[in-house]
């Protein structure tokens, strides 16, 4: 496949090309942050094991706070619902 055809593919894509400016704006924050890109010889490593556990450990809370969100939009749902039957 060539590099005409692949971006051709993600254009076409909405859920890549919302990946795509995800990873535009995670670079610019780190560059900006960091003063680069993310540089393997930074860290060792465990010290890159560690900080993925870290930015996983923050993934299951976002989850949790999600489905928290949705049970409670869930039970507004029904409750609305109820109240229009009546």
Same mark, same amino acid.
Request: some cysteine; charged content about 25%.
């Given at each position: ?14 859920? /890549? ?10 670079? $610019?924050?780190?560059?900006? !942050? @960091?003063?680069?890109?993310? %540089? ?11 900080? /993925? ?10 989850? $949790?706070?999600?489905?928290? !969100? @949705?049970?409670?939009?869930? %039970? ?11």
């Amino acid at each position: 496949m060539d590099a005409q055809h692949w971006l051709d593919e993600l254009n076409k894509n909405q859920v /890549l090309r919302n990946v795509q400016k995800l990873l535009e704006t995670q670079t $610019e924050k780190g560059i900006q !942050k @960091y003063g680069t890109t993310v %540089t393997p010889a930074h860290y060792t490593f465990t010290e890159w094991l560690e900080h /993925l556990q870290q930015e996983m450990i923050d993934a299951v809370v976002y989850c $949790e706070v999600l489905k928290f !969100k @949705y049970a409670h939009l869930i %039970t507004l749902e029904k409750l609305n619902s109820d109240v229009n039957i009546e």
